[in-house]
């Protein structure tokens, strides 16, 4: 019954930044955790940043530092500001919602899923 919905992606160039914003549609964020999740071609899905139930955040080796997760005003939008943008960045970009986080690496992702946005950074 909750259907996240991803927005925000587009076209950068390398070191620019991009804003990403996944709403979850009947439910508001602070009842379950949410997560954004990321594929680049040829490669497996992997973790990018979360925000657990608990409002930890949890980040990625590879965009911590660039990358920051919130919640807005509203709590029922996750924002994850990405910054200093690397080619390798380049991918469809997934929120998720429901999941459990223990950390950038350990983690459960959720049933709900958005249908993606598309992130690609040019050098």
């Known amino acids: 019954q909750v259907q996240p919905v991803e927005s925000g992606g587009g076209l950068v160039q390398a070191g620019g930044s991009l804003r990403l914003s996944c709403t979850a549609s009947?439910?508001?964020?602070?009842?379950?955790?949410m997560g954004w999740f990321r594929q680049a071609p040829g490669k497996e899905r992997e973790f990018v940043a979360a925000?657990?139930?608990?409002?930890?955040?949890y980040y990625a080796d590879s965009v911590k530092g660039r990358f920051t997760i919130s919640r807005d005003n509203a709590k029922n939008t996750v924002v994850l500001q990405m910054n200093s943008l690397k080619p390798e960045d380049t991918a469809v970009y997934y929120c998720n919602a429901g999941g459990i986080y223990y950390s950038g690496s350990s983690y459960t992702a959720g049933d709900w899923w958005g249908q993606g946005t598309q992130v690609t950074v040019s050098s």
């Open positions: 009947g439910r508001t964020s602070s009842t379950f955790a």
């Open positions: 925000s657990s139930r608990t409002g930890r955040l």
